[in-house]
């Protein structure tokens, strides 16, 4: 039974998958070297609010327009599955993001002072960068719904191979060339989310379909607000350490948040095999939950949960093992100041949270958007209370802070999940609404 519960996931990773895989490990590889290529440029120092800034970019694009790449995937999928189109879909989606980035203009030259202040140590150009980040990282992910929804995995390849070289690539060139500017690499790390959006797009990665049914706009904006408040919450919970060690750090602990940042990146490695999983997961169990084939839906996500809660206790071992020499040599002596504790830590809190990531995904194709969000909600409360009071060691305080969160949102998501799976495969299945 388990070696063909492995092939099935085999064949799931296999079919498009693999070259999903491998563009994803190599923007994965990408974004190591371009850390690793500005830490050692500018020191711990210069790099402490660069880290915050890859930190909040990430943070609130992914919280704000990750919704969409899950929705398109969703929604495109399951038209194709019934053999209808699915141009009105997309157009309706294209709408509420666009008006979602005029509302980031908005708000950052609103609040530009108080940002700069807060997270940047006064230098507006970084919320400069922030938002036009936001942007092209919001654009890539419209994107990567498409690609998704409609299987166009080799696209996802272009894509994430076109971010990983804009990033990485004059990272590298400026370092070696032994230029200090902060500004360089801010400028590369911006520009990677339109370079890679628009690269599978200029290759024929996503063709016109037939309008399809028009979804309603109540219907359109309920489910991609859902997905905001679980998207976001949760991006708060997988991020907010290294803001939280900015915001405790001490003056005379200014290094603090770029060394933080650099142990919880080497912490992540596994995560870009999860999400190589995880861009073809949706659209495959929206198939299966449409055309009501419960055995295979169980037994797909039963595989699926237990391989990465295995992978969460072995990555554990192993980065509290390896994880301070892999720091050392990727950003340098000054950086090697996480312990075994440290990364051991930080890697199962981190890997805890893909979890609830993965779970989240079988709630979204099985239409349980709004029990996803909530428990990531718990989980930033738990953060913030342990995080007060835990220790006067400031990464030992976040460190534990962050284990509470997924600890706590794991276990309200896998209670959730059976009850929602149950319940949609208990319930009479409906055809499918006709157009208006």
Request: net charge positive.
């Amino acid at each position: 039974m388990a070696q063909r519960r492995a092939a099935q996931l085999g064949g799931l990773i296999r079919s498009g998958q693999s070259a999903t895989a491998i563009g994803l490990a190599f923007n994965g590889l990408a974004a190591y070297v371009f850390l690793a290529a500005a830490g050692r440029s500018l020191g711990p120092a210069e790099f402490a609010p660069l880290s915050v800034l890859w930190t909040m970019l990430f943070l609130v694009a992914t919280g704000l327009f990750q919704p969409f790449e899950q929705e398109l995937a969703r929604a495109v999928s399951a038209n194709r599955s019934l053999g209808l189109g699915y141009s009105e879909v997309v157009r309706r989606n294209a709408v509420v993001a666009a008006a979602l980035v005029a509302c980031v203009i908005l708000i950052g030259a609103i609040a530009a002072g108080p940002i700069a202040e807060g997270f940047f140590r006064g230098e507006r150009s970084f919320v400069i960068a922030l938002v036009v980040g936001i942007a092209g990282i919001g654009f890539m992910f419209f994107v990567r719904g498409l690609l998704a929804g409609s299987g166009r995995f080799y696209g996802f390849a272009v894509l994430f191979v076109a971010d990983g070289l804009t990033k990485s690539l004059p990272a590298v060139i400026f370092w070696l060339a032994g230029g200090r500017n902060p500004s360089v690499f801010v400028a590369v790390l911006v520009a990677g989310g339109f370079v890679g959006g628009a690269a599978p797009l200029t290759r024929g990665g996503v063709r016109a379909t037939d309008p399809g049914p028009i979804p309603q706009w109540g219907a359109v904006i309920r489910a991609i607000g859902l997905l905001l408040i679980t998207a976001t919450l949760s991006q708060t919970l997988l991020n907010m350490g290294t803001l939280a060690v900015e915001v405790l750090s001490s003056s005379q602990e200014s290094t603090s948040a770029g060394v933080f940042l650099s142990g919880l990146s080497i912490s992540r490695v596994p995560l870009f095999l999860s999400q190589a999983i995880q861009a073809v997961l949706l659209p495959r169990l929206s198939r299966l939950a449409t055309n009501r084939d419960e055995v295979e839906f169980r037994r797909t996500t039963s595989w699926l949960l237990g391989a990465v809660f295995a992978a969460t206790v072995v990555a554990t071992i192993v980065s509290a093992a390896l994880g301070p020499l892999a720091v050392r040599l990727l950003f340098g002596p000054d950086f090697a100041v996480l312990g075994a504790r440290d990364m051991g830590l930080l890697t199962f809190a981190s890997l805890t949270m893909m979890c609830v990531l993965t779970i989240n995904q079988i709630q979204i194709a099985v239409h349980d958007h709004h029990h996803a969000g909530w428990p990531w909600g718990v989980g930033v409360v738990a953060f913030v209370l342990v995080a007060a009071f835990a220790s006067d060691d400031l990464f030992l305080r976040v460190e534990l802070a962050m284990v509470a969160g997924a600890v706590c949102t794991v276990a309200i998501a896998i209670a959730l999940l059976n009850r929602a799976v149950t319940t949609t495969f208990a319930a009479p299945s409906a055809p499918p609404a006709p157009p208006d």
